[in-house]
T-cell receptor
Framework: ELKVEQNPLFLSMQEGKNYTIYCNYS?????LYWYRQDPGKSLESLFV?????AVKQEGRLMASLDTKARLSTLHITAAVHDLSATYFC??????????FGAGTRLTVKP | KAGVTQTPRYLIKTRGQQVTLSCSPI?????VSWYQQTPGQGLQFLFE???????NKGNFPGRFSGRQFSNSRSEMNVSTLELGDSALYLC????????????????FGEGSRLTVL
């Protein structure tokens, strides 16, 4: 059974600092997704990683995928308060049966 | 382009009742999937429909069912509600027909928040 593990689950960081969220998964997959969820809101797609070595960047966020290690990372550079949210990684099985990690609740403090 | 629309947004039911939730996908998207989100279990896959056919089902009891209409709109039904069914139910649409076609990115609606008393 596919398992998706994120760590850390909770992350409190100061503005201006850098940090990385890790996403490990248990079975072979070359597709991984990152989503953001604000409190009480739905999920917003951030990155779609479709192959080994894929790297995507948007603003202060950068995601990468290593399919051999079954690992994706979401790197935050010079965090700002607006990045406070819960971040989920998800691994694609098929027929849109995505398995999500537990989420990382990020709080950026001034 | 309008996003995924879910109705109702909030509802309160009592144990034993049933509930029907509705989802209108993004125009042109033929795949609709449903997820349950709770603080304890996180996001869990319920089922996915494509062209009115259920293609995949998660590990939920038979009280959870769904269907998809010819216009791709989808409904899910939960019968004999239990307290543990209180959750945010999220619908997501995708243009993808087959695995490996397209990015597989899901577009989520705002969700229907169900409270069971």
């Amino acid at each position: 059974e596919l398992k998706v593990e994120q760590n850390p689950l909770f992350l409190s960081m100061q503005e201006g600092k850098n940090y990385t969220i890790y996403c490990n998964y248990s079975t072979t997959s070359d597709r991984l997704y990152w989503y953001r969820q604000d409190p009480g809101k739905s999920l917003e797609s951030l990155f779609v990683l479709l192959s080994n070595g894929a790297v995507k960047q948007e603003g202060r966020l950068m995601a990468s995928l290593d399919t051999k290690a079954r690992l994706s990372t979401l790197h935050i550079t010079a965090a700002v308060h607006d990045l406070s949210a819960t971040y989920f990684c998800a691994v694609d099985r098929q027929n849109n049966d995505m398995r999500f990690g537990a989420g990382t609740r990020l709080t950026v403090k001034p | 382009k309008a996003g995924v629309t879910q109705t109702p947004r909030y509802l309160i039911k009592t144990r034993g009742q049933q509930v029907t939730l509705s989802c209108s996908p993004i125009s042109g998207h033929r795949s609709v999937s449903w997820y349950q989100q709770t603080p304890g279990q996180g996001l869990q896959f319920l089922f996915e429909y494509f062209s009115e056919t259920q293609r995949n089902k998660g590990n939920f009891p038979g009280r959870f069912s769904g269907r998809q209409f010819s216009n791709s709109r989808s409904e899910m039904n939960v019968s004999t509600l239990e307290l543990g069914d209180s959750a945010l139910y999220l619908c997501a649409s995708s243009p993808r027909g087959s695995y490996r076609v397209g990015t597989g990115e899901l577009f989520f609606g705002e969700g229907s928040r169900l409270t069971v008393l």
